[in-house]
């Protein structure tokens, strides 16, 4: 398979996909990330043949040996995206040509083999309209896209792997926080860093996620919904949280978020809010942010709103930040006037109740 027939995946229908009677039971509450699909696509590397055998099938547990790389040394990346319900039925993705990118970038940091961007645009929009009847049409549900990639080559030596196999697996999900997303404490992590200059922060794969969930522990154990990080460096600048980038709102109306050094996951909801924000002539910087900065302005009121954003929980008020050295509210503790703008605004371009300037929208039926 090369990239010019990225396009042709060998499709086996599973022979017992669910009865449309449980799916419709299981569409009616889907949380998020337990409700799977009846099909997934899998595509695999080898070292010299390059990328073949594309196919969609039924989904199914994976057979690999014990001594697969994948368990012993992390060689694992993966993208999150959604399938949004049109208002005429239709449905579509959001900018999947930047989860191509980025899912590319990942491999190239992990020594993986890079997927070509086409392939891997193209097996989402097939999985999305193969298993269409799993997009929940509730407001703020979605069919939630899980590309990843893991290494295969049966080895114990260290080495980046020779085999890979790419999968798509899909998941109804409804709204991240029932009833709308209440505003979030956070816990300022000051015994973990998230990820160091020249580490994989900006990659996205599994091992940040492993070295985030102790200290997300901590934050849990400290009565805070999540955890936010500081730089490995001066362990002054605040960075992000465990899977969402972070925004911060002031009284004149500007808003900051920290830039893109190396350490931050460049997410694609954080790129298309900066945009959002200057079409709505909003100005936005992107500079560092010290967690003593943000205490002293949440304090005085220069600081009228911070929120955490990604594809997941889409825009995320912060209502209060804690910490060994820290407490203090933001704003009025709930959700902020900006912030909600902001959120309607990208809401109303996925679900294609407004215009799509900038052409994000890839609809796909
Ligand atoms: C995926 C992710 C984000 C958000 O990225 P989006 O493209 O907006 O979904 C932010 N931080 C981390 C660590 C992530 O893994």
Known sequence: MTESDAKTFLFEKNPKPLAASEREALLENPGFGRVFTDHMV???????RGWQDGRIEARRAFDLDPATVVFHYAQEIFEGMKAYRLPDGGAALFRPDANARRFRNSALRLAMAPL????????VRELVRVDRDWIPTADGAALYLRPFMISTEVLLGVKPSSDYIYCVIASS?????????PAVTLWVSEN?????????GEAKCGGNYAASLAAQAEATREGCEQVIFLDAVERRYVEELGGMNVFFVFDDGSLQTPPLTGTILPGITRDSLITLARDLGLTVREEPYAIDRWEADAKSGRLTEAFACGTAAVVTPIGKVKGRKYNFTIGSGGAGQVTGKLKAALLDIQNGRAPDPHGWVDRLF
């Open 173 to 181: 999900v409804g709204s991240y926080f029932k009833g709308g997303a």
């Open 116 to 123: 070509p961007e086409e392939m891997f645009v193209e097996s």
């Open 192 to 200: 973990y860093t998230r990820a160091a200059p020249g580490g994989t």
């Open 42 to 48: 899998t595509i695999r590397y080898s070292e010299g």
